[in-house]
């Protein structure tokens, strides 16, 4: 089968959406499919070995790494050109509103993918919305008039279904997760750590308002009186950072917080391998890949209970869940962490078990599926 990737931007280890998206081209060619990843264009598909075919964007400066392809007429005659048997659109933007453009002139069928709570990226839009009465709700408004155009639509988590379905979705909806290679990300061979050396602590995500990476070294601060040992790790990039290292400053953490900054993907697996645990305080995780690599290389994750999170954290099997934006809260999960090498090596297990029902090879089969399945639905219509 032919399959058309639809998404807005395409730098693979920046956002989970390019993780995502990319992961799934490779399971599927696996597969043997032919897949084609069409995109903003960027210099990093140079080096790519995926099939990429980058459009003319434009730069959207207030989104960190944010392109807007603008292309209609060029999607159109790529499409055209390859001739897919199925376009699988992951974008909500401009993209997605020519995929299905192009989807219906040239009569292709289509599935759509939902991996983002618009509600929780309102400060990046051209006027900040955050917090303005009535955003949330025209969020989710958009978000379900959007995707109601499509025969089938897929949802990384439980959670986002019951949401979507809440606020006025009524295609059919699939809960299909993002997938981990559980091969790649693996727990470190010689298994867990004794007591002798340093705690690793570890954050991996975008610095961006919306992970709350403020809560967790507050947390982190007032847990280095009790476990002086600990150190903590955060690996990403993005327009909080220098606000977030002045923070660490003014918290007097800076010589326990490593600020490592972009780490490529090929690398990151060994990232989490040398980490003791994951924390996260993020609020608008629709699964929350990072932390799905986290549990697939055997790490304990301590996280908060917001959106999806809880999804993939069971509180007292693979973590802990604390409420979102209580710092303290946060930081009295982790000690329980700390204090219990038994309790770290008993919940990453934990985590690696859950996390191997999310495999690639569970998420392109199931992906199978549904082409077929649309396919089928659009040949007797």
Not at 336 to 353: D, F, N, P
Request: proline share 5%.
């Amino acid at each position: 089968m032919r399959i058309a990737l639809m998404t807005d931007s395409f730098v693979e280890g920046q956002g989970g959406v390019s993780t995502a998206v990319a992961a799934l081209a490779r399971s599927l060619r696996k597969r043997n499919h032919e897949v084609v990843v069409y995109t903003a264009a960027d210099p990093s598909h140079e080096q790519s070995d995926l099939n990429v075919v980058g459009l003319r964007s434009l730069h959207y400066e207030r989104f960190p790494g944010g392109r807007v392809p603008i292309a209609p007429i060029s999607v159109v005659q790529e499409l055209a050109n390859f001739k897919p048997d199925m376009i699988h659109n992951h974008s909500m933007s401009t993209m997605g509103v020519q995929a299905l453009a192009a989807a219906r002139l040239l009569g292709i069928p289509i599935l759509g993918t939902c991996h983002v709570f618009l509600a929780g990226f309102l400060q990046y839009a051209p006027l900040n919305l955050d917090r303005i009465p009535l955003a949330e709700e025209l969020a989710w408004r958009y978000t379900t008039t959007f995707f109601n155009r499509f025969p089938i639509i897929t949802v990384p988590s439980e959670t986002m279904k019951r949401m979507l379905v809440a606020h006025g979705l009524h295609v059919q909806v699939e809960v299909v997760s993002n997938g981990v290679d559980t091969d790649i990300y693996s727990p470190k061979p010689d298994g867990f750590e004794n007591d002798a050396h340093s705690l690793t602590l570890l954050h991996v995500g975008r610095l961006g308002y919306e992970k709350r990476v403020d809560i967790v070294l507050q947390a982190f601060a007032s847990l280095k009186g009790n476990h002086p040992q600990i150190r903590l790790l955060i690996v990403g990039d993005g327009p909080e950072a220098e606000k977030l290292k002045k923070l660490a400053a003014s918290l007097g953490i800076a010589e326990q917080v490593q600020f490592v900054g972009m780490v490529s993907h090929d690398h990151l697996p060994d990232v989490y391998r040398q980490a003791d645990l994951f924390i996260t305080a993020s609020t608008i995780e629709t699964q929350g890949l990072v932390v799905l690599e986290a549990m697939a290389c055997g790490l304990p994750v301590v996280g908060v209970d917001a959106l999806a999170l809880p999804d993939l954290i069971q509180s007292g099997v693979n973590g802990y869940l604390a409420p979102p934006e209580d710092d303290w809260a946060l930081a009295d999960a982790t000690d329980q962490l700390l204090r219990s090498i038994e309790q770290r090596y008993t919940m990453g297990r934990a985590s690696r078990r859950l996390a191997l029902r999310h495999n690639l090879s569970l998420v392109s089969e199931t992906y199978d599926d549904l082409y077929q399945q649309v396919c089928s639905r659009f040949r007797a219509n």
